[in-house]
């Protein structure tokens, strides 16, 4: 009967093992970073859009208020 073990294999095979679990690890933390990104990146686009709509909703109570006072006059 004859084995034959190669030593390096026997070092290197669980550092390998290792290494590629944590670049699946990191993988995964790229993949909920840009989720979040873009998560708060519309978050950001909806807070500008409501901002622009409270804008706007001043803008003609303003000037409902100026053409009544206009009128009046």
């Known amino acids: 009967m004859f084995a034959s073990f190669n030593l390096s294999d026997a070092i290197f095979q669980?550092?390998?093992a290792q290494q590629r679990w944590g670049a699946r690890e990191q993988a995964a933390s790229v993949t909920r970073n840009n989720v979040l990104l873009d998560v708060s990146l519309a978050y950001l686009e909806l807070?500008?859009?409501?901002?622009?709509?409270a804008i706007v909703v001043e803008v003609r109570d303003r000037m409902s208020e100026l053409a009544r006072i206009t009128g009046a006059y």
């Open 14 to 16: 669980p550092l390998a």
């Open 47 to 53: 807070v500008r859009a409501a901002q622009d709509v």
